[in-house]
């Protein structure tokens, strides 16, 4: 691997630790970019062409794993859970939890509940319903 490739990927692993430890904070393209020290442009692509999937959507599916935490082991509403994990609307972030889980938040809450009621261990539960996308 070239020097110029290991810094871009230095770059592009610097706005995505960024992005794992402020998931909840407002994060868009242009300040992610300045965080990698390269264009927004340039950012989107490499980002994409390094992990596979836009800044954009791995923001969500960040955000959407916490979710998925946080209503496994708390009685937090999902209201709250939507706010708290940094998503700005309730539709958004129940549309979005669909896509990427496959379940609305409050279905995915219930199915856990019942898991748990049933007694199957947690560790096939987690690896069942994790996201796939």
Same mark, same amino acid.
């Given at each position: 691997?070239? $020097?110029?490739a290991?810094?871009?990927?230095?770059?592009?692993?610097?706005?995505? =630790?960024?992005?794992?430890? &402020?998931?909840?904070?407002?994060?868009?393209?242009?300040?992610?970019?300045?965080?990698?020290?390269?264009?927004?442009?340039?950012?989107?692509?490499?980002?994409?062409? /390094?992990?596979?999937?836009?800044?954009?959507?791995?923001?969500?599916?960040?955000?959407? @794993?916490r979710?998925? !935490?946080?209503?496994? @082991?708390? =009685?937090?509403? %999902?209201? =709250?859970?939507? #706010?708290?994990?940094?998503?700005?609307?309730?539709?958004? !972030?129940? $549309?979005? #939890?669909?896509?990427? %889980?496959?379940?609305?938040?409050? &279905?995915?809450?219930?199915?856990?509940?019942t &898991?748990?009621?049933?007694?199957?261990? /947690?560790?096939? /539960?987690?690896?069942?319903?994790?996201?796939?996308?």
């Amino acid at each position: 691997m070239s $020097r110029a490739a290991e810094e871009t990927n230095r770059r592009m692993l610097r706005a995505r =630790d960024a992005m794992d430890r &402020a998931y909840a904070q407002p994060l868009d393209v242009p300040a992610l970019a300045r965080i990698a020290h390269v264009s927004e442009a340039h950012f989107t692509r490499t980002f994409r062409a /390094t992990f596979g999937e836009t800044p954009h959507r791995y923001l969500q599916r960040r955000r959407v @794993e916490r979710a998925m !935490f946080l209503l496994r @082991e708390t =009685d937090r509403s %999902v209201t =709250d859970i939507c #706010f708290q994990v940094g998503f700005g609307s309730p539709g958004t !972030f129940s $549309r979005t #939890f669909r896509d990427i %889980v496959g379940r609305s938040p409050r &279905a995915y809450r219930k199915e856990k509940e019942t &898991a748990a009621a049933t007694g199957v261990p /947690t560790c096939f /539960t987690m690896a069942w319903t994790r996201p796939t996308d």
